[in-house]
Every structure is written in C-alpha cells, then in structure tokens.
C-alpha cells in the first residue's frame, strides 16, 4: 500500500520566479508537484499552499503555523515534506525539532538553489528524494534532505551560498545519503511513539555576534531586549573581560546567558582560557558545547515558555533532543555551590 504524504509548500527558490525584483516564489504547491511526476508512483500526495514567502520572511509565526498544520493532519497521513527557501531552513528545522518531538513520523524539509523553472535545478532531484525519505519506515523526526543527504533538523547548518551541496551537519554525521532513488542509511534516528506537540515560542531571544571592538553597551543594549542571549565568541570561548560582570549580572538578574563559538566545527570549552573560565564557573551562565547556534537559538524560544524558572531553563537547555547535545555541563541542582 502506499504511503500518504502531505506536502507543505512556504514558497522559497525552488518556487521562485524571475521578476523585475528578483526572484520572487510563485509557484505554487501543485505545479511543484507536478514537475516531479515520479512523485505521485511512488506515494499518495496531498498538497498545502501555506505561505509563499521568501525564507528571509519566514519566523517564529510561521513556524508554529507549519507545526500546526502537521500537527492537525499527524493521524491521516505517514509523513510530511516542506519545501523552504534554503537561507533560514536550518533554523526553521531546529524549530520543528523542538515543536513537534517523539514522533516516528518523518518531517522532511527542502528546498533549491535554483527555481524549478531552471533548466540547471537541484528542484526536482531534492524533492524526489525527499518524497522517498518520507515513505521510509526507518526515518523519524525532522530532518533536510538535500543534494543526496540527510541531516538531523537540529544539527544542519546552509554551508554554501550558491552550491548544490548547501547543507552541512554539523558535529555529527549525516544519517543517510540518497542516490538514484536509493537510500543508505547509516543512522535511525530514536523516537518515542507519540508525538508532543508545542504551541508556544518565545520571541525576546536575541544573538550577539562577537567581534574585535565589540563594546559592553552593545551587550547591555541587546540584554535589555532579549529574555534570553546567546553569545558568539571566538575560538572555544571567552569574552573580553570588561564585559564579565555584565554577563554575571545579568545572569544572577534571571536572564538566560548562553556562551557558544562563532566556529562551526568542534564546538566550545569555555574553561580552556582565562577570558572563559570565569564564565564557565559561573553556574548561571549556559554553553552551548557542540550545538549549533541554530539550535541554541529556537531551543531557548521554545523551552522559556514551558520552563520560566532560570533552574528549570538551564536543566532543560541541556537535555538531550533530537541530538541536539552531546556534551553537556553538569544541571544547576548538581553544580558546586549550588542550592
């Protein structure tokens, strides 16, 4: 029996047109469809315009509307697959992995970096690829398919601008590869039988980029907006030390601090140097270790509204979900010093 899949399309290069402005999507759901005919052999497919947006456009709102529609339709139909504009996919995919947990259903999302109109588009072979996914028995949770490979939603970053292999996973391994319509899948990814669905996002996170010069009123002017912060620094973290203090009170003030690295490989260890250390003893304030910032971004949004205690946020930041983590520092109640 085939599988029955939805298909949601937000609009993106692959449904993009050449216009006066630019590209601009404006092909819709069904004529996707339609320029893949192997699509409709290999499964039963029912289509959802939801937006039409550039990805650029695409945030919070949107992604708990794409979690609502999945949420309403989970019991009739196997699996779903986006297409998404490819510049915020990753973070639209750390979102979804957070929204939508537990499921053995897969989520797949893809895109293009050339309009299916093109006569040189990755269009067509990315969302062939991402309807086999999303018949598989063996695939669960959210995930991108692009260019042959399939990558956690929580673990993908876009690498490459203009290139057909965009995506990158990062600080883990891709978990299958897909060529001519073959999967090898190297990972199963866990799911817990049925699916929990969240509702809610917290908007007032925000992120600091550090660079040479950076200031302290920067940091203070982005900690009066935000409800929580992630800080990019350099190498395996640290922060000039006249911005110290500033990050100490504002964690002791309930803000949610959280240190990572603007390198995308291998991830932070706050204590290695004396510009971290003091950060890193400070059991207030949060690192990010081997997550990628788009991760550590949409978890914050998605945990503030469940958990609004400090204690609860930072125990809850560092579990596990959907291979999120894979180092973590020790929980608030097992920290020295702490009660």
Same mark, same amino acid.
């Given at each position: ?113 050339? *309009? ?7 269009? $067509? +072979?990315? %969302? ?5 996914? =999303?018949?598989? !028995? /063996? ?55 049925? *699916? ?7 908007? $007032? +996170?925000? %992120? ?5 010069? =950076?200031?302290? !009123? /920067? ?121």
């Amino acid at each position: 029996m085939k599988k029955r899949i939805l298909f949601i399309a937000t609009g993106g290069t692959i449904a993009s047109e050449v216009t006066a402005l630019g590209l601009r999507p404006g092909v819709g759901a069904e004529a996707l469809l339609r320029a893949v005919p192997g699509i409709r052999s290999l499964c039963d497919v029912e289509s959802v315009q939801l937006y039409d947006l550039d990805s650029t456009d695409i945030g919070p709102e949107q992604w708990l509307g794409m979690a609502r529609v999945i949420r309403e339709n989970y019991d009739s139909f196997d699996g779903f697959v986006l297409s998404h504009g490819t510049d915020t996919m990753a973070y639209t995919a750390a979102a979804l992995s957070y929204l939508i947990q537990g499921g053995a259903k897969p989520v797949v999302l893809t895109g293009a970096q050339k *309009p299916i109109g093109f006569d040189t588009t990755d269009s $067509r +072979v990315n %969302l062939l690829d991402s309807f086999i996914c =999303a018949c598989r !028995e /063996e695939m669960h949770g959210v995930m991108i398919v692009f260019n042959g490979r399939v990558i956690l939603g929580t673990r993908a970053r876009k690498t490459h601008s203009k290139s057909f292999d965009a995506f990158s996973s990062i600080n883990y391994p891709h978990i299958a590869d897909v060529r001519d319509g073959r999967v090898t899948q190297y990972i199963v990814p866990a799911f817990g039988g049925e *699916p929990r669905f969240y509702t809610e996002l917290n908007r $007032r +996170v925000r %992120l600091m980029k550090l660079i040479p010069g =950076a200031d302290t !009123e /920067e940091l203070e002017w982005l900690l009066s907006r935000s409800d929580a912060l992630v800080i990019e620094s350099f190498g395996v973290g640290g922060l000039p030390r006249e911005m110290h203090e500033c990050v100490h009170a504002a964690a002791r003030e309930g803000k949610l601090i959280v240190m990572t690295t603007q390198v995308q490989n291998e991830g932070s260890d706050l204590a290695v140097y004396g510009t971290g250390r003091p950060l890193s003893e400070d059991p207030l304030i949060l690192e990010a270790y081997d997550m990628t910032t788009e991760a550590a971004v949409t978890k914050l949004m998605w945990l503030l509204p469940i958990a609004p205690e400090q204690r609860s946020a930072a125990a809850l930041f560092y579990t596990p979900v959907n291979k999120d983590i894979l180092n973590r520092a020790p929980l608030l109640d097992e920290a020295p010093g702490v009660k």
